[in-house]
């Protein structure tokens, strides 16, 4: 089992930039993936990075060249660095851990970004 909290999330300026943390807890060593997910108002949850336990990442196209995601394997925390920030990008984001021996998945329990002057 894993346990996720997020951190970070808050309302920002466009243009303005703003890192999430996710700090996973318990059985991590069987983590094979952690990602950054989002759900605007009216939309389905879609990806947003992710980050493999070998450093492969992937980008939704919507952030490339904005958004970076990163881990601290020291700490076991992920991170999405959320620069030039749109409008577009006001959502609840989601960590998320994909486990390596089972088809579970873990959720932390979301943090509001807002975008807005």
């Known amino acids: 089992q894993v346990q996720l909290v997020e951190s970070g999330g808050g309302l920002v300026q466009p243009g303005g930039s703003l890192r999430l943390s996710c700090a996973a807890s318990?059985?991590?060593?069987?983590?094979?993936?952690m990602g950054w997910y989002r759900q605007a108002p009216g939309k389905q949850r879609e990806l947003v990075a992710s980050?493999?336990?070998?450093?492969?990442?992937d980008y939704a196209d919507s952030v490339k060249g904005r958004f970076t995601i990163s881990r601290d394997n020291a700490k076991n925390t992920v991170y999405l660095q959320m620069n030039t920030v749109k409008p577009e990008d006001t959502a609840v984001y989601y960590c998320?851990?994909?486990?390596?021996?089972?088809?579970?998945?873990?959720w932390g329990q979301g943090t509001q970004v807002t975008v807005s002057s």
């Open positions: 980050i493999t336990s070998g450093g492969s990442t």
């Open positions: 318990g059985s991590v060593f069987n983590i094979y993936a």
């Open positions: 998320n851990a994909q486990m390596i021996f089972t088809p579970y998945n873990y």
